[in-house]
């Protein structure tokens, strides 16, 4: 809701930060969970595959 000269800027910057901040947010809810368990799928492949 930026008015003024420089209200076209404000907006701007408003949809990066909220477009910024629903992107961390899947990245933290989503990615970050998946890529842990697929390490330890891969660990657990790997430790079980070792003839010791």
């Excluded at 408003?14 to 330890?40: D, S």
């Amino acid at each position: 809701m930026g008015r003024g000269p420089l209200g076209c800027d404000r907006n701007s910057m408003g949809t990066a930060v909220v477009g910024g901040m629903i992107f961390a947010t899947i990245l933290g809810i989503f990615l970050i969970p998946v890529m842990y368990c697929l390490v330890v799928w891969i660990t657990a492949r790997f430790k079980k595959n070792k003839a010791f």
